[in-house]
């Protein structure tokens, strides 16, 4: 059982910077594939970035604005967020999948409670 814990979340004016991090416990992190997914009000929940053992993964939207990395050692995956725009604006929910990889949200067995980010305009 994998225990996920989001931070950094926050509100900032667009063109700022956040930092989401992602603390995992209760298992064997380095053998999980960890990504990032956002839900807006009213929408349905998005994939917007993915790491496995050796690959990145960006939803189009967020390409060369965000960056996804973990630190094994840590235990934790962080999401560096760049340019942000008011349509960023959601929950921010870490996720952990174990296997293939996929951007589905439904293939990932484990969940962060989520933390909001608000872009204002």
């Known amino acids: 059982q994998v225990q996920l814990v989001e931070s950094g979340g926050g509100s900032v004016p667009a063109g700022g910077s956040l930092r989401l991090s992602c603390a995992a416990s209760?298992?064997?992190?380095?053998?999980?594939?960890m990504s990032w997914f956002r839900q807006a009000p009213g929408k349905t929940r998005e994939f917007v970035a993915g790491?496995?053992?050796?690959?990145?993964y960006y939803a189009d939207s967020v390409k060369g604005r965000f960056t996804i990395s973990r630190d094994n050692a840590k235990n934790t995956v962080y999401l560096q967020m760049n340019t942000l725009k008011p349509e960023d604006t959601a929950v921010y929910y870490c996720?952990?999948?174990?296997?293939?990889?996929?951007?589905?949200?439904?293939?990932?067995?484990?969940w962060g409670q989520g933390t909001q980010v608000t872009v204002s305009s």
């Open positions: 996720a952990a999948t174990i296997g293939r990889y996929s951007t589905n949200w439904n293939d990932h067995a484990y």
């Open positions: 209760g298992g064997t992190f380095s053998s999980y594939a």
């Open positions: 790491v496995s053992a050796r690959f990145l």
